[in-house]
């Protein structure tokens, strides 16, 4: 329902609630440059917590994208207003777990579970710790992935139909921004604290405040106040926006199928927490791992079918599966979940090669590489966003089918020379152009993959097809990360057997040969990744090949 | 809801929150000190074996490791270790190490003085058969004199602290002082005091007066006297369950 108001008001509500969409999306990429630091300061060792760590990424990554499937339609049926607070408020509350992953109530209650209920030993506290910040980070991405679709329908209350497109550019924008952005506010910041963290406490101190000294939880902290003066601003801004309540029934079967779906394949393609823990080496998670894995993706499945069957008999479902009978868009949804796959093995490789290069395990040299790869990683991200212009203007030109294939057959290039070059001691310049050359591969499908699905959807399918589009490439990125994590750990295992398999060795020579065999297997999975990135990009060249139209569209919207 | 109705809501909470806190026998006469002490070794001295864990806190325990190349900045220190111990002499743990900030983890294995270790930083996962902490066998865990039941008999200034959750399990807290000289077994050779009194805590399960955890403080060397002192964490559990502690091949990695 849009209401009489200037749009310098309109304007105004859209900056307030579009501040936490951007702080939210940048705590999508913020812990990827600065996970080393965080399981550094666990006090964890980084190789046998690697796979439990990284769900402080892809948790985030599916938590955001389940939440952004259904928030729009909540918000249609409880008010913009109540369920952008509440969604705030979640954010807001993830926030502050992930900084008190060390409180001594939340560490007992943490055992009392395992204990009661598990009816297990309860884990180490280092290990509760990072559990309680992988909740946390969980709990946050609910309310951040939430917060995009229902701003996105608060553009739809705010401005008239003929006046939507900048808006809704500019929540597209602000998410974009946050996301690529993240890595190397996370790494610039974590070098910044720790470089100049007491110089910090001290400049608190002469104010009259006693401050502990900034770290990686810092950056968690600081949502905080963010969130509480755009919750602030929102509750007064939202009070007189009325977005259009519907009676429809809110899809809950389809809805918790398809949490259990995405989480079930998620886990189940990653070795689980619990068993990783107690095992009592990397052989008994592969073989504990295996069994329940295999349970696991079974009952995705399951899920996953029971999904399809509710979302076809429902009147309202939550994603209308008619949508894909059409070409483009199920071409498209395809593209783009490869897209994030190959995106977030960029994203994880290199700061795992910037952190097994340095030269000594100090404090320093961790903070160091955080900031290096998140340096490397805009390489990645901010070439990617700005290909989708170039993208764009060959879609309108040229069709969807030639910038999606150049895109991805550029990507594809990138990650052979990637594979084919990176070594212990590339220079960091020579892996920026090859992370530039896959971000601008990538970017260029952004463009023509999200307006062949919109042109194709009718009106009004077109809100849950925009969402959509940025789902299946995030689900992209979390079936990346939860399968190749796995893959990288036990072929590490396979490579370092191998280089050490060099006849018998005495004692001081084994302890000096395995220090220089641990940095070679470590390398060479990293090439063996760009490889499989290749691989799937290629895959998905052959998809975009199979995409039709734009170029006649756009010829036949000019000359109508 | 109304006023009346939430306040009789918040007694209700109330009531069942002091419930909770309030302990689950005030009645129940304040057991003697030395009575808990000598009941919970007399078990540790009968146990035929024990899982145990070992976390260490504040002041770093350094270890050497000879013939690991290092740069100079990054020593290795001991962080933790969780392992079965089966009687009289077989020992098995995984430990983990700072070297640095970043830790490792290697696997250990002794079998009266012989010790087997592997590691993926340390031998690229291969089974060495080598001591990877000088000097220690683990006969010594239940020696007389040595041994941990031994040297926990010998606390000295023991009192009963109370009763204390230890995560969901119920325990008393003694508190006392142990001569340094004896704590070679309780932390497997690497604590660096070796005369004075060391303030310790036992804690003995109330329900099967057995030994669950001890915390000894160590204070930190001479020439960091202002640092953190090390605090060693002994969690024992899963007393007399069967375990099955064989030497590794040599050379291999399973």
Same mark, same amino acid.
């Given at each position: 329902?849009?209401?009489?108001?200037?749009?310098?008001?309109?304007?105004?509500?859209?900056?307030i609630?579009?501040?936490?969409?951007?702080?939210?999306?940048?705590?999508?990429?913020?812990?990827?440059?600065?996970?080393?630091e965080?399981?550094?300061?666990?006090?964890?060792?980084?190789?046998?917590?690697?796979?439990?760590?990284?769900?402080?990424?892809?948790?985030?990554?599916?938590?955001?994208?389940?939440?952004?499937?259904?928030?729009?339609?909540?918000?249609?049926?409880?008010?913009?207003?109540?369920?952008?607070?509440?969604?705030?408020?979640?954010?807001?509350?993830?926030?502050?777990?992930?900084?008190?992953y060390?409180?001594?109530?939340?560490?007992?209650?943490?055992?009392?579970?395992?204990?009661?209920?598990?009816?297990?030993?309860?884990?180490?506290?280092?290990?509760?710790?990072?559990?309680?910040?992988?909740?946390?980070?969980?709990?946050?991405?609910?309310?951040?992935?939430?917060?995009?679709?229902?701003?996105?329908?608060?553009?739809?209350?705010?401005?008239?139909?003929?006046?939507?497109?900048?808006?809704?550019?500019?929540?597209?924008?602000?998410?974009?921004?946050?996301?690529?952005?993240?890595?190397?506010?996370?790494?610039?910041?974590?070098?910044?604290f720790?470089?100049?963290?007491?110089?910090?406490?001290d400049?608190?101190?002469?104010?009259?405040?006693?401050?502990?000294?900034?770290?990686?939880?810092t950056?968690?902290?600081?949502?905080?106040?963010?969130?509480?003066?755009?919750?602030?601003?929102?509750?007064?801004?939202?009070?007189?926006?009325?977005?259009p309540?519907?009676?429809?029934?809110?899809?809950?079967?389809?809805?918790?199928?398809?949490?259990?779906?995405?989480?079930?394949?998620?886990?189940?393609?990653?070795?689980?927490?619990?068993?990783?823990?107690?095992?009592?080496?990397?052989?008994?998670?592969?073989?504990?791992?295996?069994?329940?894995?295999?349970?696991?993706?079974?009952?995705?499945?399951?899920?996953?079918?029971?999904?399809?069957?509710?979302?076809?008999r429902v009147?309202?479902?939550?994603?209308?599966?008619?949508?894909?009978?059409?070409?483009?868009?199920?071409?498209?949804?395809?593209?783009?979940?490869?897209?994030?796959?190959?995106?977030?093995?960029?994203?994880?490789?290199?700061?795992?090669?910037?952190?097994?290069?340095?030269?000594?395990?100090t404090?320093?040299?961790?903070?160091?590489?955080?900031?290096?790869?998140?340096?490397?990683?805009?390489?990645?991200?901010?070439?990617?966003?700005?290909?989708?212009?170039?993208?764009?203007?060959?879609s309108?030109?040229?069709g969807?089918?030639?910038?999606?294939?150049?895109?991805?057959?550029?990507?594809?290039?990138?990650?052979?020379?990637?594979?084919?070059?990176?070594?212990?001691?590339?220079?960091?310049?020579?892996?920026?152009?090859?992370?530039?050359?896959?971000?601008?591969?990538?970017?260029?499908?952004?463009?023509?993959?999200?307006?062949?699905?919109?042109?194709?959807?009718?009106?009004?399918?077109?809100?849950?097809?925009?969402?959509?589009?940025?789902?299946?490439?995030?689900?992209?990125?979390?079936?990346?990360?939860?399968s190749?994590?796995?893959?990288?750990?036990?072929?590490?295992?396979?490579?370092?057997?191998?280089?050490?398999?060099?006849?018998?060795?005495?004692?001081?020579?084994?302890?000096?040969?395995?220090?220089?065999?641990?940095?070679?297997?470590?390398?060479?999975?990293?090439?063996?990744?760009?490889?499989?990135?290749a691989?799937?990009?290629?895959?998905?060249?052959?998809?975009?090949?199979?995409?039709?139209?734009?170029?006649?569209?756009?010829?036949a919207?000019?000359?109508? | 809801?109304?006023?009346?109705?939430?306040?009789?809501?918040?007694?209700?909470?109330?009531?069942?929150?002091?419930?909770?806190?309030?302990?689950?026998?005030?009645?129940?006469?304040?057991?003697?000190?030395?009575?808990?002490?000598?009941?919970?070794?007399?078990?540790?001295?009968?146990?035929?074996?024990f899982?145990?864990?070992?976390?260490?806190?504040?002041?770093?325990?350094?270890?050497?490791?000879?013939?690991?190349?290092?740069?100079?900045?990054?020593?290795?220190?001991?962080?933790?270790?969780?392992?079965?111990?089966?009687? @009289?002499?077989? /020992?098995? $743990?995984?430990?983990?190490?700072?070297?640095?900030? +970043? !830790? #490792?983890?290697? =696997? *250990?294995?002794?079998?009266?003085?012989?010790?087997?270790?592997?590691?993926?930083?340390?031998?690229?996962?291969?089974?060495?058969?080598?001591?990877?902490?000088?000097?220690?066998? @683990?006969?010594? /865990?239940? $020696?007389?004199?040595?041994?941990?039941?031994?040297? +926990? !008999? #010998?606390?000295? =200034? *023991?009192?009963?602290?109370?009763?204390?959750?230890?995560?969901?399990?119920?325990?008393y807290?003694?508190?006392g002082?142990?001569?340094?000289?004896?704590?070679?077994?309780?932390?497997?050779g690497?604590?660096? $005091?070796?005369?004075?009194?060391?303030?310790?805590?036992?804690?003995?399960?109330?329900?099967?007066?057995?030994?669950?955890?001890?915390?000894?403080?160590?204070p930190?060397?001479?020439?960091?006297?202002?640092?953190?002192?090390?605090?060693?964490?002994?969690?024992?559990?899963d007393?007399?369950?069967?375990?099955?502690?064989?030497?590794?091949?040599?050379?291999?990695?399973?």
């Amino acid at each position: 329902m849009v209401r009489s108001r200037s749009p310098h008001t309109s304007w105004l509500i859209l900056a307030i609630v579009s501040l936490p969409v951007f702080v939210g999306a940048l705590d999508l990429t913020i812990i990827s440059a600065v996970l080393p630091e965080v399981i550094v300061s666990l006090d964890l060792p980084v190789k046998e917590y690697l796979d439990q760590a990284s769900w402080a990424v892809s948790g985030y990554l599916l938590a955001y994208a389940i939440s952004m499937t259904f928030a729009g339609r909540l918000s249609d049926q409880f008010g913009r207003r109540t369920v952008y607070i509440i969604c705030l408020l979640i954010f807001m509350g993830g926030s502050y777990l992930v900084t008190v992953y060390d409180s001594p109530a939340l560490n007992s209650w943490l055992s009392r579970f395992y204990r009661d209920v598990l009816g297990q030993t309860p884990p180490r506290t280092e290990e509760r710790y990072l559990y309680l910040v992988i909740v946390g980070r969980v709990v946050q991405a609910f309310g951040a992935g939430a917060m995009v679709p229902v701003t996105i329908a608060l553009v739809g209350d705010l401005f008239s139909p003929d006046r939507r497109a900048r808006p809704l550019g500019v929540v597209g924008a602000v998410d974009t921004l946050g996301w690529v952005l993240g890595h190397l506010y996370g790494g610039v910041m974590v070098r910044l604290f720790g470089e100049h963290g007491q110089a910090i406490v001290d400049a608190f101190a002469r104010l009259g405040f006693t401050v502990a000294r900034p770290s990686w939880e810092t950056l968690f902290v600081i949502n905080i106040p963010l969130s509480a003066l755009a919750l602030g601003g929102a509750w007064w801004v939202l009070r007189d926006v009325q977005g259009p309540r519907r009676a429809e029934r809110f899809d809950v079967p389809g809805t918790v199928l398809l949490v259990l779906a995405l989480v079930g394949l998620n886990v189940g393609l990653g070795a689980s927490p619990e068993t990783a823990s107690t095992a009592g080496s990397f052989e008994e998670l592969q073989r504990g791992g295996g069994a329940y894995r295999t349970w696991l993706l079974v009952g995705a499945g399951v899920a996953f079918a029971l999904f399809l069957a509710v979302e076809a008999r429902v009147r309202h479902p939550l994603i209308r599966l008619d949508m894909f009978r059409r070409r483009n868009v199920l071409i498209s949804s395809l593209t783009n979940f490869l897209v994030g796959f190959c995106l977030a093995i960029g994203l994880v490789s290199a700061p795992l090669l910037v952190n097994f290069r340095m030269e000594s395990p100090t404090s320093q040299e961790v903070q160091h590489a955080a900031y290096i790869a998140g340096v490397l990683l805009s390489g990645l991200t901010i070439p990617m966003a700005l290909a989708a212009v170039p993208g764009g203007w060959l879609s309108e030109r040229r069709g969807y089918r030639l910038p999606t294939a150049t895109g991805v057959s550029l990507a594809t290039i990138g990650f052979v020379l990637a594979g084919a070059s990176w070594q212990s001691d590339t220079p960091y310049w020579l892996m920026g152009v090859q992370m530039a050359m896959i971000g601008i591969g990538l970017g260029l499908t952004i463009s023509p993959v999200g307006t062949a699905v919109l042109n194709e959807v009718d009106e009004d399918e077109r809100g849950i097809a925009a969402a959509l589009i940025l789902v299946l490439r995030l689900i992209g990125m979390t079936v990346a990360i939860s399968s190749l994590t796995i893959y990288a750990l036990e072929r590490f295992d396979v490579l370092l057997a191998d280089y050490m398999a060099n006849g018998s060795l005495s004692v001081e020579e084994t302890l000096l040969a395995s220090q220089t065999a641990s940095l070679e297997a470590a390398v060479a999975v990293i090439r063996e990744l760009q490889f499989i990135g290749a691989v799937v990009s290629l895959i998905a060249v052959l998809a975009a090949l199979l995409m039709r139209g734009g170029r006649q569209r756009s010829q036949a919207l000019e000359a109508g | 809801m109304h006023t009346r109705e939430l306040l009789a809501l918040l007694a209700l909470v109330v009531l069942a929150i002091s419930a909770c806190g309030s302990g689950d026998s005030a009645s129940e006469p304040t057991p003697d000190p030395h009575t808990l002490l000598q009941d919970g070794v007399a078990q540790l001295q009968n146990a035929s074996s024990f899982k145990y864990e070992i976390d260490v806190s504040g002041y770093p325990v350094e270890v050497p490791i000879e013939g690991f190349n290092l740069s100079e900045d990054a020593g290795v220190s001991f962080k933790y270790a969780s392992g079965e111990f089966k009687v @009289p002499d077989r /020992l098995s $743990a995984r430990i983990q190490f700072r070297v640095g900030v +970043l !830790s #490792t983890t290697a =696997d *250990l294995i002794m079998m009266d003085d012989e010790q087997y270790f592997r590691g993926e930083l340390l031998t690229g996962n291969r089974w060495l058969k080598a001591e990877l902490i000088s000097g220690f066998s @683990p006969a010594v /865990l239940m $020696a007389q004199p040595g041994g941990i039941a031994h040297t +926990l !008999s #010998t606390l000295t =200034d *023991l009192v009963l602290v109370g009763r204390r959750d230890l995560d969901g399990q119920s325990a008393y807290q003694l508190r006392g002082q142990v001569d340094a000289g004896r704590i070679f077994s309780l932390t497997l050779g690497l604590s660096r $005091a070796t005369s004075g009194l060391l303030d310790i805590e036992v804690y003995v399960g109330v329900r099967d007066r057995r030994v669950v955890r001890i915390t000894l403080v160590e204070p930190p060397p001479e020439w960091a006297a202002d640092a953190e002192p090390t605090t060693w964490l002994i969690n024992i559990s899963d007393y007399n369950a069967p375990l099955n502690i064989e030497a590794p091949a040599v050379g291999g990695s399973g």
